[in-house]
Every structure is written in structure tokens, then in C-alpha cells.
């Protein structure tokens, strides 16, 4: 029989190069997120009472998280992954949660296979740990995280439900996403109010060291 730790490692190198491999530009960081514009116009709108719309859905504020992501066309293998690691239950909860929803394009840049490997069944405890990496406890919307991040001089650490931590920063009035081997994700659009929580779609998939 062969030895449970060798494909984890396999799958822990092939996500780790992955993600320090350069983003496409039309969804690379700055290059996706750069303009304050955007970042302030999804805030706004929350606070207004209008939801965001993601991958040109509507999110409807009284649906759950797992509700609106499965209608988000840009979200559709982030709904499978939470589907294989048997997390619907626990993202349909009253929570609350913020989730740090990663899209399709951030799933795509991973190493050729990668998502694949991770879908297997033998590999949910990893999945699972990769998805609840992208969760904090809390209804943490935009305002509130930069307000941590210049409170704690520019940088705040979130505790995910994961167990490891999340570095976020503003770069470019932007907020980013720095996971434990250095990677980072950008915001892209935020504060998509749940009934449970909050959901802020992002553009790169962050990366716990698995053991």
C-alpha cells in the first residue's frame, strides 16, 4: 500500500509553485483590482442596500452563502470544491462567515491537474483545509478589515477557520490577501452580503501549509 504522506506532498508543491506563477493581466492583481473606483463603488453599493452583482448575477442579501454562489457563474468550481469537501452544510449555517470567495480564472492558474487531485476523495481532508482557509469567523466587511489593517500599522492577521492565519494589506487602496508561503490574492469585488455572512470574490486561491 503506498504511503498516505507521498501524493499530499506531491499536491503541496504542485499549489505552491502554482500560485507564485504570474496571473494572467486581465486578472492579475493591481491590473484587476487597482482601480479605488471599483473597491469603493462595491462598498458603497453594500452600504446602500444594493448588492454587487458577481460573474454578472444578482446576489440576493437574504440567501445563504452556498446559495448565491451556485448562482455565480464565476464561482461554479468554488461550489464544487465545497460540494466534495462537504462544507454546503456548515456555509448554509447562521454562521456568520466571511468568505473569501476565489473564481474560476484564481482555480485555472493553479498547476495543470491541481484541482483534480484535490477533488479526490482521499484528498478532503486537504480540500478541506484549503477551502476553510478562505473563511473567518464574523461578518468582516471591506471598511472594517482596512480598519484592522491600519490599526495594526498596516497589516492585520486573521485567524481562519482553518486554524492558520491570513496576512491582509492595502496595496494601491486595494485590500490583499497574503497566505502562509507568500502568495497573494487581491480583492476584486467586495462586501456581497449574505444571510450569513459576507463574501468577498477574489483573485487568487490561498494556500495553508498542509501537513
Known sequence: MSHP????LALVGSLGLAACAPMNAD?????ATSDPATASGSSAAAS??????VGG???IASRTIVQNASAAPNLSTLVAAVKAAGLVEMLSGPGPFTVFAPTNDAFSRLAPGTVDTLLKPENKASLTK???YHVVSGNVSAAQ????????????????VAGAPLTARVEN???TLTDQGGNKSYVETADVRQSNGVVH??????????P
Open 145 to 160: 478589515l482596512q480598519q484592522q489593517i491600519s490599526a495594526g500599522g498596516g497589516t492585520a492577521t486573521l485567524s481562519t
Open 48 to 53: 446602500a442596500g444594493a448588492n454587487p452583482t
Open 201 to 210: 470574490v477574489v483573485n487568487g486561491v490561498l494556500v495553508p501549509t498542509l
Open 130 to 132: 484549503v477551502l476553510t
Open 5 to 8: 504522506r507521498l501524493p499530499l
Open 173 to 175: 487602496g486595494n485590500v
Open 57 to 59: 448575477a444578482p446576489m
Open 27 to 31: 486578472t492579475a492583481g493591481p491590473a
